[in-house]
């Protein structure tokens, strides 16, 4: 189908990823094995037992809520004290623990369950898809991010894909990937806004294009704003409704909470294709006093859903204004508009867009594939022979360090381009200080405890004098990879010291190994029982020509110099075989072929031997 | 099966019957007699061809309710003719001690054949203290009649009838919720109950489909937990898939999907 080289490019959304690849120089969407483009980023254990990814695990979310894992997205590679986790800990229904160095786990199936496993079990169901469309293994991927990942968050997801046997090429910007699927950059350049409105967040992006270079110049949002509140909408709708017609709460119930949500996620896509939609469920609940189950049948029109969902659409446009101002970007300096996201399907959402913008927004590209699309561009860039578009990442928090008074000095600001270096001098303190303390934060905040401390260390032995007399050299460099290093020199000695900042996302190397190797051992066991019952067949096939021979053979072994060793040893293979026919693993089966295989070879070495013997 | 099996699923439908459970106990002697209907008072009479019990064994069961309970219809019952159930609770609640009743002089049949009754010989039932209102109920004490409704429900597993093995074990559960036995038991019948399912069901990779419209499905008379399963058939999920879907047991899922399955509401696609 493909050439063996064949890369992917993976949108690892919040609530649906989506895999894409490049054929024939246009990228197109791989579907999943069900048929569908987007693979919802659930995985659950189901009641009895099962692991569950994609479809299948959504499909039981609410009525099997602590053993389902959804919105990893928002959590990983974030500390468990943050105060992120701790507002997202609120909301969140399955077991969430805390880990050996502060990281997040969450309890699954009875073991706990780092946020870059659970990501993995979401890529790993991705690379099957693609190789099943490719027919041959799939090992490099490009994978998308929101722009406002910090470095923890973006480590965390290389592991993630590391994890599910995938090299990850490239981290790229949602943002940036969408406006790649669009063919900017090769003949569009100028500023363009990514409106992104997906199943459980909002962001909005400004991109600086310009002869092939992708800037991000602005990016915020809300990582609580998505399809699902849109969804909650209806489902309440209906509830109320429900209620009022029969004095029942629908909610208490898991099961018809489940078909509710269900239902209404799906009358809110139809409704962006037609006017109205007719939701129906028979038998949703028993009444209290017990006799016939109810039925539950409402008509939503389009008019409806848009006034139950009125201010969640404000609410976009509200922050779309905030981060527009912040990067002193109007309406009119934009060239394009690009709808990303389901949500933004939805007419009433692309009117107020156009209306906000005053342009009509980009449609070409199916708005909830236009990441993955756009990551398969710069996949099949990195990977081909044409020249890769270039691709500049950019801080996206403020660096910088930790001054007299508590107070936080940046010596980077967010959305500065990278590689980049800067140098600032700072002086001592305090009259004798022969020792000063770098301690390099990252944030946006001016108060040095509010923001993340990514390290710290200590430049000695300065020479004793009055405060402010030394002057210390503090230079921030941030590499093409991200890597950031932090140097203080004393200006008068030359006397250096530094700190080298690994991104970490949460699991450490040896963590990181361990997850690996128990994860190839379970690939190479799921990937071995296809092939087992082949191996099996060929041989029991063994097994009976062997035991056919064997009588006769034995006869003659007894009679020949080779004696009773011989024959002992091709009972033990004997032995052996049987119970591997009854083995799972297929490295056990082959060892029994092989041992027959030798055997029969002896048997028909003896036969020319003595002659004795007629296969 | 030997004839003191039989035995013990009469005994294990007289206490059944005891406790009121006309078509249990109905069951059970149904199956003993179909094991050896030579047991002991089970033959049918000339008058009743078709395997009934004979009216003067009806007549030893009635006798031994304390309640009233409506009896299987006598055809040859005269109107107005007074039942040995009626007779029975009548004495039951004159006198709290046993006694035995005049069942064949109460209700004299014509051209039974049966030995008459031995009543003397069965132990007379123990009187309890009844319950004040607000004590919680308590399990009675396990007796030789639980393990009889446990033995009962161990040969409908050995006769592939999970189902009725399953309500003798509910049974068994209400009486001695914590005899020793009762969770292997159960558990030996579940794997049978489910077993039966999945055998209606076919191979579990298959993919059910509904086979009904929105208008057909209305008028069916299930209740929301078959509602739930009925949603989830979407012409792409397997029955195993279904069994990961629904929230439920899969023993429950199975028998859900089993009676959609029979009703013609699903197929197989």
């Known amino acids: 189908m493909a050439d063996r080289d064949a890369v992917i490019g993976i949108d690892l959304g919040t609530t649906n990823s989506v895999v894409a690849t490049v054929q024939g120089d246009q990228p197109m969407v791989i579907r999943n094995r069900t048929g569908q483009n987007l693979t919802p980023s659930v995985v659950a254990i189901s009641k009895n037992g099962k692991q569950l990814v994609g479809q299948l695990a959504k499909r039981q979310a609410i009525t099997n809520p602590e053993g389902t894992v959804y919105a990893t997205k928002r959590l990983i590679g974030r500390k468990y004290s943050s105060e992120q986790v701790v507002e997202a800990l609120k909301v969140l229904s399955y077991p969430v623990i805390c880990g050996e160095h502060d990281d997040i786990r969450v309890r699954l199936g009875g073991k706990d369950v780092s946020l870059p496993e659970i990501s993995a079990k979401v890529l790993g169901e991705l690379k099957l898809d693609a190789e099943e469309f490719f027919g041959h293994s799939v090992t490099k991927a490009v994978v998308t991010v929101p722009a406002y990942f910090n470095d923890g968050q973006r480590q965390a997801t290389k592991d993630a894909g590391k994890i599910a046997g995938l090299e990850v090429l490239r981290i790229l910007n949602e943002p940036t990937a969408a406006a790649l699927a669009y063919g900017f950059g090769k003949n569009i350049n100028g500023r363009i806004a990514i409106f992104d409105l997906g199943g459980g967040t909002f962001d909005i992006s400004v991109l600086e294009v310009s002869k092939g270079v992708f800037e991000v110049i602005a990016t915020g949002g809300d990582s609580y704003l998505g399809g699902e509140d849109f969804d909650h909408r209806v489902l309440e709708w209906l509830v109320f409704g429900f209620a009022k017609e029969h004095g029942a709460d629908l909610r208490k119930d898991r099961m018809a909470l489940q078909r509710l949500k269900d239902a209404a996620e799906k009358a809110k896509i139809e409704l962006s294709e037609t006017k109205s939609s007719t939701i129906n469920l028979p038998f949703i609940c028993t009444p209290l006093g017990g006799g016939a189950a109810l039925h539950l049948q409402r008509n939503l029109t389009r008019e409806k859903l848009e006034e139950l969902t009125a201010d969640l659409c404000e609410r976009t446009l509200s922050i779309t204004t905030q981060v527009l101002e912040e990067a002193k970007v109007k309406p009119s300096d934009l060239k394009e508009v690009i709808l990303v996201g389901g949500m933004t399907r939805m007419p009433r959402i692309a009117e107020e867009v156009k209306r906000f913008f005053r342009r009509e927004p980009c449609k070409a590209v199916h708005p909830e594939e236009v990441v993955a699309l756009g990551a398969a561009v710069q996949a099949h860039a990195l990977t081909s022979n044409q020249a890769p578009v270039l691709l500049l990442d950019v801080t996206p928090h403020s660096l910088g360090v930790a001054i007299a008074g508590g107070y936080a000095r940046r010596l980077i600001t967010k959305n500065t381009t990278v590689p980049t270096s800067v140098t600032e001098v700072f002086t001592t303190s305090k009259d004798n200080q022969t020792t000063v303390k770098i301690m390099v934060l990252q944030g946006e905040s001016d108060i040095a405890h509010e923001n993340e401390l990514l390290g710290e260390f200590c430049l000695t032995n300065l020479r004793a004098a009055l405060r402010g007399q030394l002057q210390v050299d503090v230079t921030f460099d941030i590499n093409s990879e991200g890597i950031v290093s932090v140097s203080a020199k004393d200006q008068e000695t030359g006397q250096e010291a530094s700190i080298t900042i690994t991104p970490s996302g949460g699991l450490t190397e040896d963590e990181l190994q361990d997850i690996m190797a128990e994860q190839e051992d379970l690939i190479a066991e799921t990937t071995e029982s296809d092939d087992t019952t082949a191996r099996k067949s060929e041989l029991s096939e063994l097994v009976g020509r062997v035991e056919d021979l064997f009588p006769q053979v034995k006869q003659v072994l007894t009679d020949s110099e080779f004696g009773t060793d011989a024959v002992k040893r091709v009972e033990k293979t004997l032995s052996t075989a049987r119970k591997a026919l009854g083995a799972k693993r297929i490295a056990t089966v082959s060892h029994s072929i092989e041992q027959l295989t030798r055997t029969l070879q002896m048997f028909k070495a003896l036969q020319e031997r003595v002659g004795a013997i007629v296969e | ?269």
């Open chain 2, 1 to 269: 099966m030997s004839r003191s099996r039989a035995e013990q699923l009469i005994e294990s439908g007289l206490w059944l019957r005891l406790s009121g459970d006309l078509e249990w106990s109905q069951r059970l002697f149904e199956e003993a007699f179909r094991l050896d209907p030579a047991a002991a008072g089970a033959q049918p009479t000339q008058h009743e061809p078709n395997g009934a019990w004979s009216l003067a064994y009806q007549a030893e069961l009635w006798s031994l309710l304390p309640i009233k309970v409506s009896p299987w219809p006598d055809p040859f019952a005269s109107p107005g003719a007074v039942t040995a159930a009626d007779s029975a609770a009548d004495t039951w609640s004159q006198n709290p001690a046993w006694q035995a009743p005049a069942a064949a002089a109460v209700n004299p049949v014509p051209d039974v054949d049966a030995e008459p009754l031995e009543f003397e010989e069965l132990e007379p039932p123990v009187e309890k203290p009844a319950p004040t209102p607000s004590a919680p109920p308590q399990p009675l004490e396990t007796g030789p009649d639980v393990d009889n409704l446990l033995q009962a429900a161990e040969d409908f597993i050995e006769l592939e009838d999970p189902e009725a093995a399953m309500e003798l074990i509910g049974r068994a559960e209400q009486i001695a919720p914590d005899h020793p036995d009762l969770r292997l038991i159960r558990e030996r019948g579940e794997a049978a109950l489910h077993g039966l399912y999945e055998d209606r069901l076919g191979p579990l990779d298959a993919i059910p489909k509904v086979s009904l419209g929105a208008e057909e499905i209305v008028a069916l008379n299930l209740d929301h937990r078959a509602g739930f399963v009925l949603s989830q058939i979407d012409g792409v999920s397997s029955f195993e898939d279904l069994f990961s879907l629904s929230g439920m047991s899969r023993l429950d899922t199975a028998r859900i999907l089993a009676e959609l399955l029979e009703q013609n509401v699903i197929t197989r696609a």
